[in-house]
């Protein structure tokens, strides 16, 4: 465990050397210091837990606040802020729950409504607030806050809770034992649609079917959901000019005329310096990394005139900006860190007792990899793009803070798991 | 429920793996494609962190430097001309808004050191691993600041071009186009670059992609091919009635239109010194446009002119038909009027570089001198045409152009443009005579009543007394 924290403290070290002096060096001892202390309270909480999961998210943020100090040095100082909070927020949960964490079952159904009450926040009047076009904004005392990052995780609990209980129920199909699942799932799409969050959509219906499926082991649940939700995303379409949009600069992100300009009304432009001009330039900052990339902090992330070469880039697309600086090299290597915490997260699934652990376990993994692709897989066009954070790395306190959680969660389930098998 | 576990798992897998395979697809099989596009902005900034190769004069003048200016933690150089409107034709620009003209953009790879020469792409790829800034291969010209300068100043207000070259080895000293613009306007005020050339219009060069008659310049052209079809020499006599008869029409002389001058008997010596052209309008009908053609290639009509800027800054010098294309007559004595060719009439059109390479393939005994080492024969009686080429200068057309001292030879030419009084006033030259060490064509647009000997023979002295002295 040590051996990678490590590399995640050089990789931080040496891209600092190059952007900065000292004060890089002050950074980095902060940042290990804080994953040193992450360390032992996993240590005293959860002896057994799985060794690889929490230098992976050390690794994973360090290259993220790295990148983000390159972009922009203020945010990566309140990136480090978030990261402290996320620490210690998961240092609260494991000593909280480390009895037995089991105990949270009993409050499936708050949590499920707590996460429906956190989705719903933003389109409430006052403290909600409308960020390019997706209202997913709570706003608090100078705070900003996604609430749906940990609605997220709370859903998840809710669902492990529930389907735990009902799974022989439910795997007979009928109806009317869907019915309490309908209605939170039904809500939470309804909530999304309103917030005109995407991304956010896609991934609760991901994880719902990923673990509905696992519950019950009826495949067809899964075809009739894909079914449903093709035949939903067709209809939000039709109607929703900001998706028309999105799926518009996925399949054809270049025009050789002029076109309507709908971010400058009563404008023509050429799509790819208009709506666009987002993706095309990340493209073409991804293809700049080539095999070997530019090199961490030599990368081209601003233009000819000095402002920003992908508008957004710490936040949605940190990737294409890795991508550009560590080449497909270093992009593959970073793709396969992520896989490393999905098989670790899957492996805990599978070695976990009861089927709450293991359906929390296997739900928590899921988000993790599903959320990854959705915005990976938008920015690299395999779907349309959709704005979605990349965990542990990408900007964005909300983010950092869910994911620690989710971390936790992992770590809770990995040490029961662990702990049985060897008595 | 560990069956499904693993499927799940192997789901969630399989979307990460999309993800490398989709990256691949970007960093490998997309990326060159995406690397040329116009609006990929990281292109933009790669060329211009490049520390672009200086240009000089012959002379160690600079003629085109780099300013720093620091975006966003990147160090950028940008262009800047200390000679200003000077070399603006020739050096061009290299501007973000603009794109690039003139040898900044032929000599692109070199200037950002991207050529394929091994030691260029030795040092580059050491700079890069490096990190530290490419640099580009410096570009040394043959011009001459001095008598680049001059040619302007005699051009100042009006529109026209002087090329001025060695005749043995090809060096041009002067490529001067009237008006020239200030390159350093053209990122940020390229409106009022655009302007300044008033009526003429500025950012075309006059010198190799203007085109224009060439009036009785073009008679030391038909001279070769008279003289080298063996009917004729410089001592064949001619009757002169002051015009010369074509298609049942006469021809008058030029010179002064009202009165036509009357020479009688004359030599074809002194039918060129006069510029006299009932003579070249019969030799042309003697010899034949076919063969006039078969000449004008070999002084190099009808391609480019072997020089570095870009191909489309250069026009070829032939006849032209109306759409405006390059006309290469299959049967010349049909299609073409052989009389009004052989002085220099019919659709023809060349540039001022084109009349400099006729001058410098006569003054150097007959061989085309090129850029790029290409010599190929052109006549051997250079020589007598050298001759008749003074005389036009000690006691004809060109008396203007005389330099103490120095032999010159040279032919005047003055192009009719359809408007009333108004010609294009033509000059080509080299000296000394005996000892050619430049050649030189001038050509000056619009000048009412104005005579090539009047207009332009003087600017053509000044600048080879400056290259001379």
Same mark, same amino acid.
């Given at each position: 465990?040590?051996?990678?924290?490590?590399?995640?403290?050089?990789?931080?070290?040496?891209?600092?050397?190059?952007?900065?002096?000292?004060?890089?060096?002050?950074?980095?001892?902060?940042?290990?210091?804080?994953?040193?202390?992450?360390?032992?309270?996993?240590?005293?909480?959860?002896?057994?837990?799985?060794?690889?999961?929490?230098?992976?998210?050390?690794?994973?943020?360090?290259?993220?606040?790295?990148?983000?100090?390159? %972009?922009?040095?203020?945010?990566?100082?309140?990136?480090?802020?978030?990261?402290?909070?996320?620490?210690? %927020?998961?240092? !609260?949960?494991?000593?909280?729950?480390?009895?037995?964490?089991?105990?949270?079952?009993?409050?499936?159904?708050?949590?499920?409504?707590?996460?429906?009450?956190?989705?719903?926040?933003?389109? %409430?009047?006052?403290?909600?607030?409308?960020?390019? !076009?997706?209202?997913?904004?709570?706003?608090?005392? !100078?705070?900003?806050?996604?609430?749906?990052?940990?609605?997220?995780?709370?859903?998840?609990?809710?669902?492990?809770?529930?389907?735990? =209980?009902?799974?022989?129920?439910?795997?007979?199909?009928?109806?009317?034992?869907?019915?309490?699942? %309908?209605?939170?799932?039904?809500?939470?799409?309804?909530?999304?649609?309103?917030?005109?969050?995407?991304?956010? !959509?896609? #991934?609760?219906?991901?994880?719902?079917?990923?673990?509905?499926?696992?519950?019950?082991?009826?495949?067809?649940?899964?075809?009739?959901?894909?079914?449903?939700?093709?035949?939903?995303?067709?209809?939000?379409?039709?109607?929703?000019?900001?998706?028309?949009?999105?799926?518009?600069?996925?399949?054809?992100?270049?025009?050789?005329?002029?076109?309507?300009?709908?971010?400058?009304?009563?404008?023509?432009?050429?799509?790819?310096?208009?709506?666009?001009?987002?993706?095309?330039?990340?493209?073409?900052?991804?293809?700049?990394?080539?095999?070997?990339?530019?090199?961490?902090?030599?990368?081209?992330?601003?233009?000819?005139?000095?402002? =920003?070469?992908?508008?957004?880039?710490?936040?949605?697309?940190?990737?294409?900006?890795?991508?550009?600086?560590?080449?497909?090299?270093?992009?593959?290597?970073?793709?396969?860190?992520?896989?490393?915490?999905?098989?670790?997260?899957?492996?805990?699934?599978?070695?976990?007792?009861?089927?709450?652990?293991? #359906?929390?376990?296997?739900?928590?993994?899921?988000?993790?990899?599903?959320?990854?692709?959705?915005?990976?897989?938008?920015?690299?066009?395999?779907?349309?793009?959709?704005?979605?954070?990349?965990?542990?790395?990408?900007?964005?306190?909300?983010?950092?803070?869910?994911?620690?959680?989710?971390?936790?969660?992992?770590?809770?389930?990995?040490?029961?798991?662990?702990?049985?098998?060897?008595? | 429920?560990?069956?499904?576990?693993?499927?799940?798992?192997?789901?969630?897998?399989?979307?990460?793996?999309?993800?490398?395979?989709?990256?691949?697809?970007?960093?490998?099989?997309? $990326?060159?494609?995406?690397?040329?596009?116009?609006?990929?902005?990281?292109?933009?900034?790669?060329?211009?962190?490049?520390?672009?190769?200086?240009?000089?004069?012959?002379?160690?003048?600079?003629?085109?430097?780099?300013?720093?200016?620091?975006?966003?933690?990147?160090?950028?150089?940008?262009?800047?001309?200390?000679?200003?409107?000077?070399?603006?034709?020739?050096?061009?620009?290299?501007?973000?808004?603009?794109?690039?003209?003139?040898?900044?953009?032929?000599?692109?790879?070199?200037?950002?050191?991207?050529?394929?020469?091994?030691?260029?792409?030795?040092?580059?790829?050491?700079?890069?691993?490096?990190?530290?800034?490419?640099?580009?291969?410096?570009?040394?010209?043959?011009?001459?600041?001095?008598?680049?300068?001059?040619?302007?100043?005699?051009?100042?207000?009006?529109?026209?071009?002087?090329?001025?070259?060695?005749?043995?080895?090809?060096?041009? &000293?002067?490529?001067?186009?009237?008006?020239?613009?200030?390159?350093?306007?053209?990122?940020?005020?390229?409106? +009022?670059?655009?302007?300044?050339?008033?009526?003429?219009?500025?950012?075309?060069?006059?010198?190799? @992609?203007?085109? /224009?008659?060439?009036g009785s310049?073009?008679k030391?052209?038909?001279?070769?091919?008279?003289? *080298?079809?063996?009917?004729?020499?410089?001592?064949?006599?001619?009757?002169d009635p002051g015009y010369c008869?074509?298609?049942?029409?006469?021809v008058r002389n030029a010179g002064n239109p009202e009165a036509p001058e009357t020479f009688? *008997?004359v030599?074809?010596?002194t039918g060129l010194v006069h510029s006299i052209n009932s003579v070249f309008c019969?030799?042309?009908?003697?010899?034949?446009?076919?063969?006039?053609?078969?000449?004008?290639?070999? /002084?190099?009509?009808?391609?480019?002119?072997?020089?570095?800027?870009?191909? *489309?800054?250069?026009?070829?010098?032939?006849?032209?038909?109306?759409?405006?294309?390059?006309?290469?007559?299959?049967?010349?004595?049909?299609?073409?009027?052989?009389?009004?060719?052989?002085f220099g009439?019919?659709?023809?059109?060349?540039?001022?570089?084109?009349?400099?390479?006729? @001058?410098?393939?006569? @003054?150097? $005994?007959?061989?085309?001198?090129?850029? &790029?080492?290409?010599?190929?024969?052109?006549?051997?009686?250079?020589?007598?045409?050298?001759?008749?080429?003074?005389?036009v200068?000690?006691?004809g057309t060109g008396?203007?152009?005389?330099?103490?001292?120095?032999?010159?030879?040279?032919?005047t030419g003055t192009a009719e443009?359809?408007?009333?009084d108004?010609y294009?006033a033509?000059?080509?030259?080299?000296?000394?005579?005996?000892?050619?060490?430049?050649?030189?064509?001038?050509?000056?647009?619009? +000048?009412?009543g104005g005579f090539g000997g009047k207009?332009?023979?003087?600017?053509?002295?000044?600048?080879?007394? @400056?290259?001379?002295?």
């Amino acid at each position: 465990m040590g051996a990678l924290t490590v590399v995640g403290f050089a990789s931080v070290y040496i891209a600092r050397q190059s952007v900065v002096s000292t004060a890089s060096l002050t950074y980095a001892a902060i940042f290990f210091g804080v994953f040193l202390v992450a360390h032992f309270v996993a240590r005293a909480t959860v002896p057994f837990a799985d060794p690889y999961l929490l230098p992976i998210a050390g690794l994973l943020s360090a290259l993220g606040v790295t990148e983000i100090y390159r %972009l922009s040095p203020d945010s990566a100082f309140r990136q480090g802020f978030w990261i402290i909070a996320g620490v210690v %927020l998961f240092a !609260g949960v494991l000593f909280l729950l480390r009895y037995d964490y089991r105990r949270i079952e009993s409050y499936k159904y708050l949590f499920g409504l707590t996460a429906i009450g956190l989705l719903a926040l933003p389109i %409430l009047p006052v403290v909600g607030q409308t960020v390019n !076009g997706s209202r997913l904004w709570v706003h608090a005392g !100078g705070l900003q806050f996604q609430p749906g990052e940990l609605a997220k995780i709370m859903l998840i609990v809710f669902l492990a809770g529930y389907l735990r =209980e009902k799974r022989e129920v439910l795997a007979q199909g009928r109806l009317k034992d869907f019915g309490p699942l %309908l209605v939170i799932w039904g809500m939470a799409i309804l909530v999304l649609l309103e917030t005109r969050d995407l991304g956010g !959509g896609l #991934l609760y219906f991901g994880i719902f079917l990923a673990m509905l499926f696992v519950a019950t082991g009826r495949l067809a649940f899964v075809a009739i959901g894909l079914v449903l939700f093709l035949v939903g995303s067709l209809g939000v379409w039709k109607v929703t000019p900001h998706v028309q949009e999105r799926v518009t600069d996925w399949r054809h992100p270049w025009t050789s005329h002029p076109v309507y300009c709908p971010s400058a009304p009563g404008h023509l432009a050429l799509r790819q310096n208009c709506q666009s001009y987002q993706i095309v330039q990340s493209m073409y900052s991804i293809a700049h990394g080539g095999y070997t990339g530019t090199g961490l902090g030599r990368g081209t992330v601003t233009t000819l005139g000095g402002s =920003e070469l992908i508008p957004y880039a710490k936040t949605d697309f940190i990737f294409s900006v890795i991508a550009q600086e560590v080449g497909l090299v270093g992009t593959a290597a970073f793709l396969l860190v992520y896989m490393v915490f999905v098989l670790r997260g899957i492996r805990i699934a599978l070695l976990a007792q009861d089927g709450f652990s293991k #359906l929390l376990a296997l739900g928590l993994t899921f988000a993790f990899a599903l959320q990854a692709f959705i915005i990976v897989g938008g920015i690299l066009r395999i779907i349309p793009l959709t704005g979605i954070t990349l965990p542990f790395v990408s900007y964005g306190g909300s983010s950092v803070v869910a994911n620690f959680v989710l971390l936790a969660g992992l770590l809770l389930v990995s040490n029961r798991a662990n702990r049985e098998a060897l008595r | 429920m560990n069956k499904q576990i693993s499927q799940v798992g192997v789901a969630a897998l399989v979307l990460i793996a999309a993800l490398i395979v989709g990256t691949t697809y970007w960093q490998t099989w997309a $990326n060159a494609g995406l690397a040329d596009r116009q609006d990929n902005a990281i292109r933009l900034v790669a060329q211009f962190s490049i520390k672009r190769g200086k240009i000089y004069a012959s002379d160690g003048t600079l003629l085109a430097a780099n300013v720093t200016k620091h975006v966003g933690g990147q160090t950028l150089y940008f262009r800047r001309y200390p000679t200003g409107p000077i070399f603006s034709d020739v050096v061009g620009y290299s501007t973000q808004s603009r794109n690039q003209t003139g040898l900044e953009r032929s000599y692109n790879d070199y200037l950002t050191g991207s050529n394929a020469n091994l030691d260029t792409v030795f040092h580059a790829t050491l700079d890069r691993l490096k990190g530290s800034t490419v640099q580009g291969n410096n570009v040394y010209l043959t011009l001459r600041p001095g008598a680049q300068a001059l040619a302007l100043r005699e051009l100042r207000g009006k529109c026209g071009a002087v090329v001025a070259m060695n005749p043995s080895t090809g060096a041009v &000293y002067v490529l001067a186009s009237s008006p020239p613009y200030n390159p350093n306007l053209i990122e940020k005020h390229y409106q +009022q670059a655009l302007r300044s050339g008033g009526k003429c219009g500025a950012l075309l060069n006059r010198a190799t @992609a203007g085109k /224009y008659q060439p009036g009785s310049s073009f008679k030391v052209v038909t001279a070769t091919a008279a003289l *080298n079809s063996g009917r004729f020499t410089p001592d064949s006599t001619f009757y002169d009635p002051g015009y010369c008869e074509e298609y049942g029409k006469q021809v008058r002389n030029a010179g002064n239109p009202e009165a036509p001058e009357t020479f009688g *008997n004359v030599t074809l010596s002194t039918g060129l010194v006069h510029s006299i052209n009932s003579v070249f309008c019969n030799i042309g009908k003697a010899i034949g446009a076919g063969l006039i053609i078969d000449y004008m290639k070999r /002084y190099g009509f009808y391609k480019l002119p072997p020089l570095e800027t870009p191909e *489309n800054e250069r026009a070829a010098s032939g006849l032209y038909d109306r759409h405006g294309r390059l006309f290469d007559p299959r049967h010349p004595e049909t299609q073409v009027d052989p009389g009004r060719l052989a002085f220099g009439q019919e659709r023809l059109q060349v540039t001022p570089l084109q009349m400099a390479m006729v @001058a410098a393939t006569v @003054a150097n $005994n007959g061989l085309e001198v090129q850029p &790029y080492l290409v010599q190929r024969v052109v006549s051997p009686h250079a020589r007598e045409i050298n001759s008749m080429m003074q005389l036009v200068v000690t006691g004809g057309t060109g008396t203007a152009a005389q330099i103490s001292g120095v032999p010159v030879a040279g032919k005047t030419g003055t192009a009719e443009t359809g408007v009333g009084d108004i010609y294009t006033a033509w000059f080509i030259a080299f000296a000394p005579a005996d000892h050619p060490k430049v050649a030189v064509a001038v050509v000056v647009e619009n +000048q009412p009543g104005g005579f090539g000997g009047k207009v332009s023979a003087p600017i053509a002295k000044d600048v080879m007394e @400056a290259l001379l002295r």
